[in-house]
Nanobody
Framework: QVQLVESGGGLVQAGGSLRLSCAPN????????MGWFRQAPGKEREFVAR????????YYGDSVKGRFTISKDSAKSTVYLQMNSLNAEDTAVYYC????????????WGQGIQVTVSS
């Protein structure tokens, strides 16, 4: 069973930066598309970013374009989310996801990591 382990969350002031990391525990996922989602209290889960298995293609949600950058270390099957110019609206639990399926969903999910931006 693959477990995705997220790290790098925490508390940051508005305007600051954080970098999230996500790595699989148990096997490599070098051929998988990977992504990040987030869910704020009382809101639905929101797509943040996705990266192709090769790292060639990236996609972003409208609310984070120009501020967040997703990248991947294929050798380690690790995906990163560099978050800059954070604001209070970015406060959420962030979830890593791996292995995009043909139906559009991801096969594996992390347990989530809290990011809190203080204004």
């Amino acid at each position: 069973q693959v477990q995705l382990v997220e790290s790098g969350g925490g508390l940051v002031q508005a305007g600051g930066s954080l970098r999230l990391s996500c790595a699989p525990n148990g096997r490599t996922l070098s051929s998988c598309h990977m992504g990040w989602f987030r869910q704020a209290p009382g809101k639905e889960r929101e797509f943040v970013a996705r990266i192709s298995w090769s790292g060639t293609y990236t996609y972003y949600g409208d609310s984070v374009k120009g501020r967040f950058t997703i990248s991947k270390d294929s050798a380690k099957s690790t995906v990163y989310l560099q978050m800059n110019s954070l604001n209070a609206e970015d406060t959420a639990v962030y979830y890593c996801a791996a292995c995009l399926q043909s139906g559009g969903g991801f096969e594996y999910w992390g347990q989530g990591i809290q990011v809190t931006v203080s204004s």
